[in-house]
């Protein structure tokens, strides 16, 4: 059987949901820790901690030499993980590190560590970041409007809704919420200006929708605040390049991703090394790319695990193994 036979042919249903908690669901965790471990004595990076569920399972899927570096850039998550997982963090098998995965190769250039067996990258925000009101990430909840997943990062949505040109904002609003009606949700934000709190802009986008599009609308401008307010983008193109350098040969990349504009970005980069998608050849007419897919395909979660959770839904897993081709 070759990988992707074997990750096809997993069991349907997924135990993963063992590793739970109050703070977050991991999804596709089993499905993810199989896809991604191919040394149960290595070094694994879990560049997006949350509630530390794929941490764990991940711990759990390694030998006790094997070990696994969490990063996260919330501060909550960091200290709700570090609680749940302490006995890992006194025995060295996990270090958390405080930070943004698109500094990853800084990250872990400081902790001593060139090289690692495989990353993960759980994209987007976690179930306790979006039901905290205090965050400011939902429309469905009246909070101050902010959605900063680094709480010490100066600019948040306020700012960002509040400050930005009309022409910046309708650019956004259609960048990163591919939003039809960017043009007059952008005027009829600055005319209301100011807005500092989830309601009023929910009430704003809502009033500028149209009718019987408002659900929808709602999650494309959130989500298009939410990605420019964290560079959400940006920083996952930088630590998609910085990981042809990071991962040894034969370990891999998994990325789960929650949105066409990240899935999109993940399946060019692991089909081809770039992140334009553009397949390049050398004169033998080989292709040119540092990545073997495990699944040509993304992987959704089964309706077993939609049922239970709900946020699986839009989840699409993408795994690729580092080729030995270090001189691309
Ligand atoms: C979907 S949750 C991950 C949940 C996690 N896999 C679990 O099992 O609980 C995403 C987490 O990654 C963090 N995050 C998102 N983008 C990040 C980035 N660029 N750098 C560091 N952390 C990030 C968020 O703060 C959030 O805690």
């Known amino acids: 059987m070759n990988p992707t036979e074997k990750l096809n042919a997993r069991d349907n249903t997924e135990p993963g949901l063992n590793y739970a908690s109050g703070y977050h669901a991991p999804v596709l965790c089993n499905t993810v820790i199989q896809g991604l471990v191919t040394q149960r004595d290595g070094v694994y990076v879990d560049g997006t901690l949350g509630g530390g569920g794929h941490t764990a399972a991940l711990l759990d899927a390694l030998s006790a030499s094997g070990s696994v570096i969490a990063i996260d850039q919330d501060e909550e998550a960091i200290s709700e993980a570090s609680k749940r997982l302490a006995p890992e963090l006194a025995s060295g098998r996990l270090r958390i590190l405080k930070g943004n995965f698109g500094d990853m190769a800084l990250l872990l250039g400081s902790a001593g560590i060139d090289n690692v067996d495989g990353i993960l990258l759980d994209l987007g925000v976690s179930s306790h970041q979006l039901d905290e009101a205090e965050r400011g990430f939902s429309h469905r909840m009246k909070g101050p409007l902010d959605m900063r997943m680094d709480k010490d990062q100066p600019f948040g949505a306020s700012e960002l ?32 200006r100011p807005i500092l709190t989830t309601e009023k802009l929910a009430d704003v986008v809502r009033w500028a929708a149209p009718r019987g599009q408002e659900a929808k609308t709602l999650a494309r401008v959130f989500q298009a605040i939410r990605i420019a307010v964290n560079r959400e983008l940006d920083v996952l193109d930088q630590v998609l390049m910085d990981s042809v350098d990071l991962i040894s040969t034969g370990g891999r990349l998994a990325i789960i991703s929650y949105h066409s504009l990240e899935d999109r970005r993940a399946k060019h980069f692991l089909r081809t090394g770039n992140l334009e998608g553009e397949v390049k050849k050398d004169m033998f007419g080989n292709k040119l790319t540092p990545w073997a897919e495990i699944n040509r395909k993304p992987i959704s979660a089964d309706q077993a695990e939609q049922e239970v959770n709900p946020r699986s839904r839009s989840a699409r897993l993408r795994i690729a193994e580092r080729l030995d081709n270090t001189t691309l």
Request: no cysteine; hydrophobic share 40%.
């Open 161 to 192: 809704v509040n400050e930005m040109e009309e022409s910046d904002l309708m650019h956004i609003l259609f960048r990163f919420g591919e939003e039809p009606k960017s043009r007059r949700i952008a005027r009829d934000l600055v005319k209301a």
